[in-house]
Protein backbone atom coordinates (compact mmCIF):
# COMPACT_ATOMS: atom_id res chain seq x y z
CA UNK A 1 0.00 0.00 0.00
CA UNK A 2 1.27 3.48 -0.59
CA UNK A 3 1.14 5.17 2.61
CA UNK A 4 1.85 9.44 1.41
CA UNK A 5 3.20 10.95 -1.35
CA UNK A 6 7.00 10.94 0.01
CA UNK A 7 8.55 13.64 -2.47
CA UNK A 8 8.61 14.98 -6.23
CA UNK A 9 11.83 14.84 -7.90
CA UNK A 10 13.15 17.69 -10.01
CA UNK A 11 16.09 17.55 -12.52
CA UNK A 12 18.48 20.32 -12.08
CA UNK A 13 21.55 20.99 -14.29
CA UNK A 14 23.23 23.19 -10.93
CA UNK A 15 21.88 22.01 -7.56
CA UNK A 16 23.57 25.23 -5.70
CA UNK A 17 21.93 27.38 -8.21
CA UNK A 18 18.86 25.27 -8.04
CA UNK A 19 19.36 25.59 -4.09
CA UNK A 20 19.60 29.53 -4.39
CA UNK A 21 16.74 29.58 -6.61
CA UNK A 22 14.37 27.91 -4.44
CA UNK A 23 15.77 29.24 -1.24
CA UNK A 24 15.28 33.05 -2.52
CA UNK A 25 11.48 32.41 -4.76
CA UNK A 26 9.83 30.44 -2.07
CA UNK A 27 11.55 30.68 0.98
CA UNK A 28 12.28 26.50 1.05
CA UNK A 29 15.59 25.05 3.39
CA UNK A 30 17.55 22.50 2.35
CA UNK A 31 16.88 19.76 5.13
CA UNK A 32 19.18 17.16 3.78
CA UNK A 33 21.97 16.92 0.91
CA UNK A 34 23.91 14.04 -0.01
CA UNK A 35 25.65 12.18 -3.50
CA UNK A 36 23.95 9.04 -4.20
CA UNK A 37 27.08 7.54 -6.64
CA UNK A 38 25.11 4.66 -7.27
CA UNK A 39 21.96 6.87 -8.73
CA UNK A 40 25.06 9.30 -10.01
CA UNK A 41 22.93 12.23 -8.42
CA UNK A 42 23.87 14.95 -6.21
CA UNK A 43 20.86 15.40 -4.54
CA UNK A 44 18.98 17.84 -1.78
CA UNK A 45 16.20 17.36 -0.09
CA UNK A 46 13.63 21.18 0.76
CA UNK A 47 10.99 21.11 3.06
CA UNK A 48 8.02 22.61 2.22
CA UNK A 49 5.88 25.07 4.43
CA UNK A 50 6.45 23.74 8.06
CA UNK A 51 8.36 20.55 7.05
CA UNK A 52 5.49 18.07 7.84
CA UNK A 53 4.47 17.21 4.39
CA UNK A 54 6.30 15.75 1.11
CA UNK A 55 9.42 17.48 -0.10
CA UNK A 56 10.80 18.40 -2.83
CA UNK A 57 14.12 17.08 -4.04
CA UNK A 58 16.78 18.52 -6.40
CA UNK A 59 18.21 16.13 -8.55
CA UNK A 60 21.79 17.20 -10.46
CA UNK A 61 23.90 14.69 -12.30
CA UNK A 62 27.21 13.86 -10.61
CA UNK A 63 28.12 11.75 -14.00
CA UNK A 64 27.48 12.28 -17.44
CA UNK A 65 26.25 8.52 -17.82
CA UNK A 66 23.71 9.13 -14.89
CA UNK A 67 19.69 9.07 -15.40
CA UNK A 68 19.77 12.40 -14.49
CA UNK A 69 21.65 13.55 -17.20
CA UNK A 70 20.00 11.44 -19.90
CA UNK A 71 17.11 12.85 -18.39
CA UNK A 72 18.59 16.40 -18.38
CA UNK A 73 19.73 16.14 -22.27
CA UNK A 74 16.33 15.15 -23.36
CA UNK A 75 13.65 16.93 -21.57
CA UNK A 76 15.40 19.88 -20.40
CA UNK A 77 15.19 20.47 -16.25
CA UNK A 78 11.54 20.01 -15.28
CA UNK A 79 9.71 17.21 -12.95
CA UNK A 80 11.67 14.06 -12.96
CA UNK A 81 10.04 11.58 -10.83
CA UNK A 82 7.05 10.85 -8.65
CA UNK A 83 7.77 9.30 -4.99
CA UNK A 84 5.77 7.70 -2.61
CA UNK A 85 6.41 6.15 0.86
CA UNK A 86 5.93 2.77 1.51
CA UNK A 87 6.21 0.31 4.56
CA UNK A 88 7.98 -2.52 2.72
CA UNK A 89 9.20 -1.61 -0.65
CA UNK A 90 9.88 -5.58 -1.70
CA UNK A 91 5.91 -6.09 -0.82
CA UNK A 92 4.87 -3.12 -2.85
CA UNK A 93 7.45 -3.82 -5.62
CA UNK A 94 6.00 -7.87 -5.86
CA UNK A 95 2.32 -6.28 -5.51
CA UNK A 96 2.94 -3.64 -8.65
CA UNK A 97 5.02 -7.02 -10.59
CA UNK A 98 1.99 -8.81 -9.96
CA UNK A 99 -0.24 -5.92 -11.87
CA UNK A 100 2.07 -6.47 -14.70
CA UNK A 101 4.39 -3.12 -14.31
CA UNK A 102 8.14 -3.62 -14.92
CA UNK A 103 10.00 -2.35 -11.43
CA UNK A 104 13.74 -1.47 -12.89
CA UNK A 105 15.46 -3.46 -9.95
CA UNK A 106 14.73 -6.90 -9.15
CA UNK A 107 15.97 -6.10 -5.28
CA UNK A 108 15.90 -2.66 -4.20
CA UNK A 109 18.48 -0.11 -3.54
CA UNK A 110 19.68 2.74 -1.61
CA UNK A 111 18.07 5.95 -1.95
CA UNK A 112 18.09 9.11 0.26
CA UNK A 113 19.10 8.76 3.69
CA UNK A 114 19.56 4.95 3.88
CA UNK A 115 15.92 4.63 2.80
CA UNK A 116 15.40 1.29 0.22
CA UNK A 117 13.76 2.33 -2.79
CA UNK A 118 12.56 0.85 -6.30
CA UNK A 119 11.30 2.44 -9.83
CA UNK A 120 8.35 2.14 -12.02
CA UNK A 121 9.59 2.31 -15.25
CA UNK A 122 7.35 5.63 -17.02
CA UNK A 123 5.93 3.53 -19.46
CA UNK A 124 3.97 1.39 -17.66
CA UNK A 125 3.09 4.15 -15.33
CA UNK A 126 1.22 6.68 -17.56
CA UNK A 127 4.30 8.37 -18.48
CA UNK A 128 5.15 8.95 -14.49
CA UNK A 129 8.56 8.22 -13.33
CA UNK A 130 6.95 6.15 -9.98
CA UNK A 131 9.58 5.46 -7.07
CA UNK A 132 8.75 3.91 -3.99
CA UNK A 133 10.58 4.76 -0.55
CA UNK A 134 10.94 2.42 2.41
CA UNK A 135 12.38 5.53 4.67
CA UNK A 136 15.34 3.94 6.84
C1 LIG B 1 12.56 8.50 -19.42
N1 LIG B 1 11.29 8.57 -19.84
C2 LIG B 1 10.57 9.19 -18.90
C3 LIG B 1 11.48 9.49 -17.86
N2 LIG B 1 12.70 9.04 -18.21
N3 LIG B 1 9.28 9.51 -18.82
C4 LIG B 1 8.86 10.14 -17.71
N4 LIG B 1 9.68 10.46 -16.67
C5 LIG B 1 10.98 10.15 -16.72
N5 LIG B 1 11.77 10.47 -15.71
C6 LIG B 1 10.75 8.08 -21.11
C7 LIG B 1 11.53 8.62 -22.28
O1 LIG B 1 11.05 9.88 -22.68
C8 LIG B 1 11.29 7.57 -23.31
O2 LIG B 1 10.03 7.74 -23.89
C9 LIG B 1 11.29 6.29 -22.51
O3 LIG B 1 10.94 6.68 -21.16
C10 LIG B 1 12.69 5.67 -22.51
O4 LIG B 1 12.71 4.53 -21.79
P1 LIG B 1 14.05 3.64 -21.67
O5 LIG B 1 14.84 3.73 -22.94
O6 LIG B 1 13.65 2.34 -21.13
O7 LIG B 1 14.88 4.34 -20.54
P2 LIG B 1 15.87 5.56 -20.38
O8 LIG B 1 17.27 5.15 -20.73
O9 LIG B 1 15.34 6.81 -20.96
O10 LIG B 1 15.85 5.72 -18.80
C11 LIG B 1 14.66 5.96 -18.14
C12 LIG B 1 14.69 5.23 -16.80
C13 LIG B 1 15.95 5.71 -16.05
C14 LIG B 1 13.41 5.62 -16.07
C15 LIG B 1 14.73 3.73 -17.02
O11 LIG B 1 15.92 7.12 -15.91
C16 LIG B 1 16.11 5.10 -14.69
O12 LIG B 1 16.67 4.01 -14.56
N6 LIG B 1 15.60 5.79 -13.65
C17 LIG B 1 15.63 5.28 -12.28
C18 LIG B 1 16.79 5.84 -11.52
C19 LIG B 1 16.73 7.34 -11.40
O13 LIG B 1 15.92 8.04 -11.99
N7 LIG B 1 17.70 7.85 -10.60
C20 LIG B 1 17.82 9.28 -10.36
C21 LIG B 1 17.09 9.64 -9.14
P3 LIG B 1 9.84 7.72 -25.50
O14 LIG B 1 10.70 8.81 -26.01
O15 LIG B 1 10.30 6.34 -25.88
O16 LIG B 1 8.37 7.92 -25.67
S1 LIG B 1 17.84 8.93 -7.70
C22 LIG B 1 16.68 9.09 -6.43
O17 LIG B 1 15.48 9.43 -6.78
C23 LIG B 1 17.05 8.87 -5.12
C24 LIG B 1 18.43 8.53 -4.74
C25 LIG B 1 16.03 8.95 -4.05
O18 LIG B 1 14.92 9.44 -4.29
O19 LIG B 1 16.31 8.50 -2.93
Given at each position: ???????????V????AAKDFYAETF?M?????????????????????????????L??????????????????????????????????????????????????????????????????????????????
Amino acid sequence: DLLRIDHVGIAVPDLDAAKDFYAETFGMRVVHEETNEEQGVREAMLAVGDGTGPRLQLLAPARPDSAIAKFLDRSGPGLQQLAYTVADVEAASAALRARGLRLLYDTPRRGTAGSRINFVHPKDAGGVLVELVEPA
